[in-house]
Every structure is written in structure tokens, then in C-alpha cells.
């Protein structure tokens, strides 16, 4: 059996390409302007920090890096940037649907000689996967992805063949359905609470409450058609590793955690649930200063309440980072 580097090689040579790119899919754009992502967040510039954090994870737990990364939904690169810098392998192939995410990615990376490794570029829908080598990648890496992909099972399935023994499928900032469910309960005591302290609930609050309530029940839902949404599901941990486990993966689990907790000094600041909440209120959802006000004011005991629960320990558990490592007998 050829070497990694070689294989792959090979098989990034006889790809086809599109305007420029490495394709592996059609083009999908991104549901919204792409343009406009990091503005949304209040990113302004790359950061490296991701991109190590989840290195420093890869090595803390004994994944095999010998062997090329791939990275699933680049994004405007916020993880890219930093993976690019430290993977310690000797190729990463970055893609996304979007070829405009793609060309953001490019950009912010900037000069080619800064990364730690050799990069391609690829336009791949996740859904996709199952096309890819078997046993070609040490990493497949991902932030922010995986609730967007339709069909996970499959997606796990076919991560599970295409990655090198030793080798690790490694996910953050994934939605978990626990915390999140207790967001929307959180959320449908807004109106009810302003309204008992004199304040009236106006029409265009009322509109993000139910956006609010209404998508948390959309990701939950598992007995309707997601194809055509963006967002799509809310995960378990238990159900995340019986999935992993039926295709050589063993999961490690950290709550609330992200990449960045990973860069030394690697002192974890995790999240409490009343920031997370009034973040995703802001970002996520676009509640408009004034209203978020109220909330933060009067939904104070009910936040601090949850907050005191998790004192001593993470939880509840919002959102995380997934390791699936595979096992080093794994073919």
C-alpha cells in the first residue's frame, strides 16, 4: 500500500476543477450572504486560536496526524486559520459547498508559506463524503457543521471509512438538544414575565420570541423534512457515540467546550447558560439592544437560578466538542 502523502496526492491530481477549485460537488451557496457571516458574529479579523486549540487536542489524545486533515465547512476560515498553521501533517484539504466561502477562507489565510502545511482547496458537500478514499484522512475536522448536514448517520458512516486508523473525526460548537430545549422552555417565559412587571410585550418582540421557540422545535423535530432548511438538527452525546461505536469510532466528550480551550494555558472558560443564552439571543437570533435589556433585567432570577445549579461543574450542556477517534485496528 502506497504512503498517505502519495495516495493522496495522486488522487487530488485526478480531481476535477471548477472555476479554479478542486471539485467534489456542485456548488451550493450558503442560504445567506456569506459575506455578511462574520459581521453577524462581530468577528473581525482571523484568529488562530481554534485551529490550535483543536491541535493541542489531537496530540493530548494520541490521534495519529501522520496523514493529510480535511476540514468540512470552512466557513469564512475561523477554524482554517489556525488548523493551517499547527497540523502537523504534510497535506489539509479545505472545502465547503459555498465557492465564496472558499475565497473568503483563501484570503484570511494570506500567504501560503504561513502554513505548517500543503493546502487545497475543494468545493465538497458533506453529504458527499461517502465518495472520498477509504482510509485517506488522520482528521476530519469540523466547527459549527455538523447540524447542517442532512443525513448524519450516513455522514458518520462514511467518516468512519475514510479516516486512517489512529485517525479522529473531531466536531465543535455543535448544538446539543438538552440545553437547547431548555432555551426555548427559557424563552416562552419571556413575554409572561415582562408582561407581570407592567412592560407590554410589543408585536415585533412577541415575532422573535416565537422565531426563538419555533426554531428550537424545528432542530428538535425528528419526524419532519429537513432537506431545504439550513440548520437542521440538535444532538445527544449518548446517541453521538452508539452512532460512533457502530462504525469503529469511540467518543470522548467535553461539554460546553470549544477549540479555544485548548491553547495553553489551557485553563477552560466555559460558558454559563445566562451567557450563552443572551449571546445566542443577540447574534443568533438578532434581539435588538432594548429588548435583550429587558430580558437580562427581568429574567435575572430564572438565569441566575440555572447558573447556580452549575456552580461546580459544566452544565447544562449547550454545546461541545465531539472526538471520535478511531481505533488503531480499525480497517
Known amino acids: 500500500m502506497p504512503t498517505a502523502p502519495d495516495s493522496f ?23 445567506h450572504a456569506e459575506e455578511e457571516y462574520d459581521n453577524q458574529y462581530g468577528v ?4 488562530p486560536e481554534d485551529g490550535e486549540g483543536l491541535c493541542n487536542l489531537l496530540k493530548t ?31 489539509f484539504l479545505v472545502t465547503d459547498p459555498s465557492q465564496t466561502f472558499l475565497r473568503i477562507t483563501q484570503t484570511q489565510l494570506g500567504d501560503p508559506a504561513a502554513a505548517s502545511t500543503q493546502l487545497h482547496f475543494a468545493m465538497l458537500n458533506a453529504d458527499d463524503l461517502g465518495q472520498l ?22 455522514f458518520i458512516a462514511a467518516c468512519g471509512r475514510t479516516l486512517r486508523p489512529g485517525g479522529a473525526l473531531v466536531m465543535g460548537a455543535e448544538p446539543v438538544e438538552s440545553g437547547y430545549v431548555l432555551m426555548g422552555a427559557v424563552g416562552q417565559s419571556i413575554a409572561p414575565v415582562l408582561q407581570a412587571a407592567g412592560i407590554t ?12 421557540t419555533d426554531t428550537v422545535k424545528f432542530y428538535c423535530r425528528r419526524d419532519i423534512n429537513k432537506k431545504t432548511a439550513e440548520d437542521k438538527h440538535l444532538f445527544r452525546e ?3 457515540a452508539d452512532l460512533g461505536q457502530q462504525h469503529g469510532l469511540q467518543l470522548k466528550f467535553f461539554p460546553n467546550a470549544a477549540f479555544s480551550n485548548y491553547v495553553a494555558p489551557y485553563v477552560p472558560e466555559f460558558e454559563t447558560f445566562s451567557h450563552f443564552f443572551l449571546n445566542y439571543l443577540q447574534f443568533c437570533m438578532l434581539y435588538d ?27 447544562p450542556t449547550i454545546t461541545g466538542v465531539f472526538l471520535l477517534k478511531k481505533n488503531a485496528g480499525q480497517a
Open 44 to 47: 473581525t479579523a482571523p484568529e
Open 289 to 315: 439592544a432594548e429588548f435583550l435589556e429587558l430580558i437580562r433585567r427581568h429574567l435575572k432570577p430564572q438565569l441566575k437560578y440555572l447558573d447556580d445549579c452549575y456552580r461546580s461543574h459544566v452544565g
Open 9 to 31: 496526492s495522486a488522487w487530488i491530481a485526478r480531481l476535477p476543477q471548477w472555476h479554479g477549485w478542486l471539485q467534489l460537488s456542485p456548488e451550493r451557496p450558503y442560504a
Open 238 to 240: 449518548h446517541e453521538m
Open 133 to 154: 478514499p477509504p482510509e485517506m484522512f488522520s482528521v476530519i475536522a469540523m466547527r459549527s457543521t455538523l447540524h447542517h448536514i442532512l443525513r448524519v448517520e450516513e
Open 61 to 91: 489524545h494520541g490521534v495519529d496526524t501522520r496523514g493529510p486533515a480535511l476540514e468540512i465547512g470552512c466557513g469564512t476560515g475561523r477554524l482554517t486559520y489556525g488548523l493551517a498553521r499547527h497540523y502537523p501533517g504534510p497535506d
Open 201 to 212: 410585550v410589543r408585536p415585533e418582540w412577541t415575532r422573535q420570541i416565537n422565531d426563538l
